[in-house]
């Protein structure tokens, strides 16, 4: 029997997570089944199940390859001298989780899947795990980026390194909100929008 090569494998399992991933948009995660899956794949459960034990395990795989973009990205800014300013950052951010973690589909796709994903951990103790690590990892490497800006003297002293964490996390969760529900969030609105917040002088009192 011929060896079949990594590159088949992967090459397979990302079939698999693409044909589920159009399945959850347009059904939703509890409204898609595995025999739906199988179908849109065109694949025999066999075939399936050797990658995946089921749909909740194929749902686990794609936030982690979305949280793993994220990191990705915030991981090269820390290693950028000097790193890149939040507004061309979070640009990067949301271009690189729009049109790598799940290649093949639609922007607003990627984001909708997102958003019933952070719905689904409500309920369910493994994404919910999954997304506690993935929150955790980025204010880690979000802390490193702060002292990355000091160092650089683009972020004055006295500003609470997990206080521009979030405030930027929670800006990258709003702008995917924004995409799964409306649509056209393209690289330049954050970052246009985010450099002339930042641009902004306060005004002295009369």
Same mark, same amino acid.
């Given at each position: 029997?011929?060896?079949?090569?990594?590159?088949?494998?992967?090459?397979?399992?990302?079939?698999?997570?693409?044909?589920?991933?159009?399945?959850?948009?347009?059904?939703?995660?509890?409204?898609?089944?595995?025999?739906?899956?199988?179908?849109? $794949?065109?694949?025999? @459960?066999?075939?399936?199940? +050797?990658?995946?034990?089921?749909? !909740?395990?194929?749902? /686990? &795989?794609?936030?982690?390859?979305?949280?793993?973009?994220?990191?990705?990205?915030?991981?090269?800014?820390?290693?950028?001298?000097?790193?890149?300013?939040?507004?061309?950052?979070?640009?990067?951010?949301?271009?690189?989780?729009?049109?790598?973690?799940?290649?093949?589909?639609?922007?607003?796709?990627?984001?909708?899947?997102?958003?019933? $994903?952070?719905?689904? @951990?409500?309920?369910?103790? +493994?994404?919910?795990?999954?997304? !506690?690590?993935?929150? /955790? &990892?980025?204010?880690?490497?979000?802390?490193?980026?702060?002292?990355?800006?000091?160092?650089?003297?683009?972020?004055?002293?006295?500003?609470?390194?997990?206080?521009?964490?979030?405030?930027?996390?929670?800006?990258?969760?709003?702008?995917?909100?924004?995409?799964?529900?409306?649509?056209?969030?393209?690289?330049?609105?954050?970052?246009?929008?985010?450099?002339?917040?930042?641009?902004?002088?306060?005004?002295?009192?009369?």
């Amino acid at each position: 029997m011929a060896r079949v090569s990594q590159e088949h494998l992967d090459a397979r399992r990302r079939q698999i997570l693409e044909g589920a991933a159009r399945c959850f948009a347009r059904s939703g995660f509890h409204g898609t089944s595995m025999q739906d899956v199988l179908k849109e $794949v065109g694949l025999s @459960t066999g075939a399936v199940y +050797r990658y995946f034990s089921g749909k !909740e395990d194929i749902i /686990a &795989a794609i936030t982690g390859e979305a949280f793993a973009s994220i990191r990705t990205t915030f991981e090269e800014a820390t290693r950028t001298t000097p790193p890149p300013t939040p507004d061309v950052l979070l640009s990067r951010v949301l271009g690189g989780l729009f049109e790598g973690a799940v290649h093949g589909l639609e922007r607003r796709t990627v984001a909708s899947l997102i958003v019933q $994903v952070w719905s689904e @951990t409500l309920r369910d103790e +493994r994404l919910a795990t999954l997304l !506690e690590e993935g929150y /955790a &990892a980025m204010r880690t490497v979000w802390g490193e980026l702060v002292e990355a800006y000091r160092a650089a003297g683009i972020l004055p002293e006295g500003v609470p390194d997990e206080h521009v964490a979030r405030t930027m996390i929670a800006t990258a969760h709003g702008f995917i909100v924004q995409e799964a529900l409306f649509g056209d969030v393209r690289r330049e609105v954050p970052e246009n929008g985010l450099r002339g917040l930042m641009s902004m002088e306060p005004q002295k009192a009369s």
